[in-house]
């Protein structure tokens, strides 16, 4: 049974950093691409990032390019999301997907980020 | 930058059938944007429910179909029901990883 679980939410100061997990169980996550997708409270989805199931290429929103780096544990089975220089637009609950055929197959309960001073 | 559309809250009655459409600021829709579509009721995680524009998730409802409609891509409910209250998101590939959601639909049933 595929199940993703976020972790590392939590409150940080403006220009603070944090860093995501994505652990991944019922698949091997280096045979699937994996997305972030935050949304803010009250507020609809917005895509973050995705790392493609090669591990290497790496694509970003531009709300994030430059601040944020998605990568990928194969050894833990586990996607990460270090964000630099939060802002506080950048709160919000923090979702991992997997990435199948085109689409956002499989979704995490998600990890709630408060950038707050 | 690429804005993806879709309705403001909409309302269907019970057993009624709605189609919510998915559009971009500039340009239409094509399969080769992948159209998807996320159900999301509130302090859950979506739930895929279409994807490559018509193909329905795993364990999706045949009342729910996915098309392309002119120029936006469309998701249609057929018989709606009660449950179907939710806010529905579309998501479409833009090229070079680069994906896109829709502000999202509340779709009521009443």
């Known amino acids: 049974q595929v199940q993703l679980v976020e972790s590392g939410g939590g409150v940080v100061q403006p220009g603070g950093s944090l860093r995501l997990s994505c652990a991944a169980s019922g698949f091997t996550i280096s045979d699937y691409g994996t997305h972030w997708v935050r949304q803010a409270p009250g507020k609809g989805l917005e895509w973050v990032a995705l790392v493609r199931n090669d591990g290497t290429n790496t694509y970003y929103a531009d709300s994030v390019k430059g601040r944020f780096t998605i990568s990928r544990d194969n050894s833990k089975n586990t996607v990460n999301l270090q964000m630099n220089s939060l802002r506080p637009e950048d709160t919000a609950v923090y979702y991992c997907?997997?990435?199948?055929?085109?689409?956002?197959?499989?979704w995490g309960q998600g990890t709630l980020v408060t950038v707050s001073s | 930058q690429t804005v993806v559309t879709q309705e403001p809250p909409f309302s269907v009655s019970p057993g009624g059938t709605v189609t919510l459409t998915c559009g971009l600021s500039s340009g239409s829709v094509t399969i080769n944007n992948y159209p998807s579509w996320y159900q999301q009721t509130p302090g859950q995680a979506p739930r895929a429910l279409i994807y490559t524009t018509n193909t329905r998730s795993s364990g999706v409802p045949a009342r729910f179909s996915g098309s392309i409609l002119g120029n936006k891509a469309a998701l249609t409910i057929t018989g709606a029901q009660a449950d179907d209250e939710c806010h529905y998101y579309c998501?479409?590939?833009?090229?070079?990883?680069?994906?896109?959601f829709g502000g999202g639909t509340k779709l009521t049933v009443l």
């Open positions: 998501a479409l590939y833009m090229g070079n990883g680069i994906w896109v």
């Open positions: 997907a997997k990435d199948f055929a085109w689409h956002f197959d499989s």
